[in-house]
Each structure stands twice: as structure tokens, then as C-alpha cells.
């Protein structure tokens, strides 16, 4: 069991404090890990990624100055005493792919995000370590998601906490709750599409699922999203969303709880109803449908 969040606002508001809000509320379904991942246009690149070995560093930076330079960068130990570092870059948008892809071929590397349009923040444990360790207020935009983890399948490593990217698309991000049956399945054919796993999770495979059909589909998230629920088996509720589209696919057969509460000032997707309470009392949510796969332009 895990709780997830989404929210789009009908005007900048800050996003990243509501979206905690909102998961602080539903940290009952996952004391084991948490993140958001909030979309915000920055100047340049900004590169979120975890180090399993400080050693890793050097070959980390000269990977990224093949593609600019580093204008600046700042380091946290996660609460499992691992690296992790984000670094402001100058350098050409459309090489961020490419990089993005040189980054996770190494074992030791594990990127979190890498845009200049969002950023991913996740840590181990308690929302409270996301918050003390992380800068997050003043993220004014319209719409982000985020997730509280139950590690069911996985380790508790902060690669393996949600929300998830993908240099197939690295403008997207997902978080989900849920297992996948054909897992196995799944990673084989993304790994013979080129899918570089960081983790055993199976979340990860959602990533590399759906942003593989973003690629597929020239970046219609509808599209993508039921072409991915085409070919997940399980009982699952997956947020997706770029800079400019958010949305859910839900499993066939309806187990995993999603709920969609539409108010005057925003839209907001979660787990449970109590959450929506964190930015609004006394809303009223749907219970989203099975199989359903529902898209909002940004």
C-alpha cells in the first residue's frame, strides 16, 4: 500500500507545500519513503541524482561538462547515508536526453530528475526527512504529484522512491500505487527497447513503460497512458504528468483507490478523501473508474 497526490492549480500557487500537505495526511500508507516532484520552468538545466559511491563523483562531472558548463551545485546525505547532489547547468535543452542516458548507464549513478521545467525531491523514511533535508517552499507553480512508499517488493533506498523518471522521456514523471504480475515481463521488453533499471521496483517499469510510448505517440500522454494500461497486468493507480499534461491510468479491474476532486481553484488526485482536506475542507471527490484514463492540459 502507498499514498499518492496530485494537484493542478488555476492559478501559481505553491504547489510543492500543498502537495506535503496533502501527503502528510496519508502517511499511514507509507512510512517508508516520500517525494514530489513539482514543475517550475527554471533558467537552466537542473540535474537531481544520487550517488551509491562517493567515488563516482569525477566521472559524474565530467559527463556533465561534455554537455555545459556547471554553474552551480549543492549535496545532501540521505537518511541511508547516501550522496545525493543537484546541479544547475548551462547547456543546450536538447541534449538533455542524451545525457540523461550517459548518466544511467553508469551503475553507480542514478538520475532523479534532469529538466529545466521540474524537479524531483525524494527521500527515505517520513515526510519530516523530505523537509528537513530539502528546500521546498516558494515552488510557485500550477501542478505537481507526489508520493508516500510502503516497500512492499523493494529495498528502502531512496532510488527506489517515487516519483520515477525516464531518459525515454525525461520530461515526464509518475508516481504509483499498485504491483504489476507481468514485472518480469515488463523490464525484459524494456530493457531489449534500451531501459537502464536502477532498482527492482516495479514502479520503475511504469517510468520506462509509459515514457517509451511518449515516444511512441509524440508525447500524447492519453495515448501513452492507455497503451501502458494496455500492457501492465495488476492491480494498480498510476499520476503522470509533464510540463504541460497531467493524468491517471487505473487497472482493469478497479482495486487501487483514486479519487478526483474538482473545486473553483484546482483539481486534486489522491488516495484517499482526507488529503483534499489539506487544501480544501469539505470537498467532494469521484471515485475514479476501472480501466479509466483521464488527462488535464496544463
Known sequence: MC????????????????????????????????????????????L??????PEALDGLERMITEFGTIVEKSSVVNVTGKLCYEYTVKMNRDDIKALHEQINQNENLAVHSISN??????????IENLTDRYVLKGAVCRHG?????????????????????????????IVHNGQFTNYFNLRRFLEAKGAKFKTLNDSEAASHMIA??????DGDLSKALKYAGDRMDGVYCIIASTPTQLGFVKDKLGVKPLLVAETDTCVMLGSEQI????????????????GEVRVWNI
Open 212 to 217: 517509451y510510448a511518449m515516444t511512441l505517440f
Open 3 to 46: 499514498g499518492i497526490a496530485g494537484m493542478i492549480s488555476k492559478k501559481p500557487v505553491d504547489v510543492a507545500q500543498d502537495l506535503v500537505k496533502m501527503l502528510s495526511l496519508i502517511q499511514h500508507r507509507g512510512p517508508d519513503a516520500s517525494g514530489v516532484a513539482v514543475f517550475q520552468d527554471t533558467e537552466y538545466v537542473v
Open 48 to 53: 537531481r541524482v544520487a550517488l551509491k559511491t
Open 275 to 290: 488529503e483534499f482536506n489539506a487544501v480544501e475542507e469539505n470537498v467532494f471527490a469521484n471515485e475514479m473508474e476501472p
Open 145 to 173: 504529484i507526489g508520493h508516500v512508499r510502503m516497500a512492499t517488493e523493494s529495498a528502502e533506498d531512496v532510488n527506489a522512491a517515487h516519483p520515477f523518471v525516464s531518459p525515454f522521456y525525461p520530461e515526464l514523471a
Open 117 to 126: 521545467r521540474f524537479k524531483v525531491y525524494k527521500e527515505g523514511g517520513l
